[in-house]
């Protein structure tokens, strides 16, 4: 239990934070439409119900990748997912038309609720040709072990508890780690460099503008793994 926290706290620590002055670079936060009308809610009220990041890890392993997170309130749909996209091999094995391109690789890690992994993949059909497709490759919890067949979070916690196993709490270091890199980011909202409040609709993914944002990272986009399970 010692060294998974420890290794937890590591990368925290290893974590870019993203400076009050960068929130409008970084940062997307949005607000869906009918917040405003929720009862106890100020009319006027800036308070973001939505909000996206890229971030990056400064260490050996994942310097200059960008890592992508979003969390929203009224999305369509209550979702725990981890995607990872491979980025494009530097060679060709299958010869494609002039223009044509072969989509990244990406492992799906579905956190709930549907627990499984995912894997998109591209492969050659079948013939003489030298032709690919995009096809999937699952494992669910559920499809093996049937409904419910994993124990409810807080008794998996409590059962942990009773055997003295502390690997999946979290310790006082991991949670003001992770505040410090929360903490500007809001002092970015409050201030001058606060990006404009995106708004968007009740039962979608957030607003318009995180899937720009995304998009100008060389053209990438969010990927919903779970729900394709």
């Not at 499809?143 to 003295?164: C, I, K, M, V, W």
């Not at 995180?210 to 060389?218: G, Q, T, V």
Request: charged residues 25%; proline residues 6%.
């Amino acid at each position: 239990a010692t060294t998974l926290r420890d290794e937890k706290v590591k990368v925290l620590k290893a974590v870019q934070r993203i400076e009050p002055d960068g929130v409008g670079e970084f940062t997307v936060r949005g607000q869906y439409r009918t917040y405003r009308d929720e009862k106890g809610v100020a009319f006027n009220t800036n308070t973001a119900t939505f909000a996206a990041a890229k971030m990056y890890i400064n260490n050996w392993r994942w310097r200059n990748v960008p890592f992508f997170l979003r969390s929203g309130k009224a999305l369509a749909g209550k979702v725990t997912e981890i995607a990872v996209q491979f980025r494009h091999v530097p060679h060709l094995m299958f010869p494609l038309a002039p223009g044509e391109g072969l989509p990244a690789n990406r492992l799906g890690l579905c956190l709930q609720p549907n627990e499984g992994i995912l894997l998109h993949f591209e492969t050659k059909l079948p013939g003489a040709g030298m032709r690919t497709r995009s096809v999937d490759m699952s494992y669910l919890y559920e499809q093996d072990f049937g409904t419910n067949s994993l124990p409810d979070a807080y008794e998996r916690l409590l059962l942990d508890a009773l055997h003295g196993d502390a690997s999946l709490f979290t310790r006082s270091d991991e949670i003001e780690l992770a505040w410090r890199l929360i903490d500007p980011i809001i002092d970015g909202w409050d201030s001058e460099h606060a990006p404009p409040l995106a708004f968007y609709e009740s039962g979608t993914w957030g607003p318009s503008k995180s899937d720009e944002f995304i998009r100008a990272e060389k053209g990438r986009k969010w990927f919903s793994i779970c729900t394709e399970c």
